[in-house]
């Protein structure tokens, strides 16, 4: 059974940081196309990163580099984003999608499995 569950969310202030999880269970994460996205009320799902080929690749949004880290730690099965240096244009949920295709080109909408999101807020 795949599941995927995050935490970490919260609300903070602009400028501050927080850590987003997520574990996986039912499949190897390392071994599939890992992304986070997130979604605000009344706007388009916007893809924040996204880690595959065991790792070695990982790609970011232009609106979060140099600012949002995506990793993945294979021996707990999880998924990481860091986030530092907020801004409120960051206040959405956070969902973590995974695909099992190893060339991870879809768009993250078409990923296979995604979790139930975690709330950020940034005031």
């Known amino acids: 059974h795949v599941q995927l569950v995050e935490s970490g969310g919260g609300s903070v202030q602009a400028g501050g940081s927080l850590r987003l999880s997520c574990v996986a269970s039912?499949?190897?994460?390392?071994?599939?196309?890992m992304a986070w996205f997130r979604q605000a009320p009344g706007t388009e799902r916007e893809e924040v990163a996204r880690?595959?080929?065991?790792?070695?690749?990982?790609t970011y949004a232009d609106s979060v580099k140099g600012r949002f880290t995506i990793s993945q730690d294979d021996a707990k099965n999880t998924l990481y984003l860091q986030m530092n240096s907020l801004k409120p244009e960051d206040t959405a949920m956070y969902y973590c999608?995974?695909?099992?295709?190893?060339?991870?080109?879809?768009?993250?909408?078409?990923?296979?499995?995604r979790g139930q999101g975690t709330q950020v807020t940034v005031s």
């Open positions: 880690i595959y080929l065991g790792g070695t690749m990982r």
């Open positions: 039912g499949f190897t994460a390392s071994s599939h196309c």
């Open positions: 999608a995974a695909d099992p295709s190893p060339w991870c080109t879809m768009a993250v909408g078409a990923f296979r499995y």
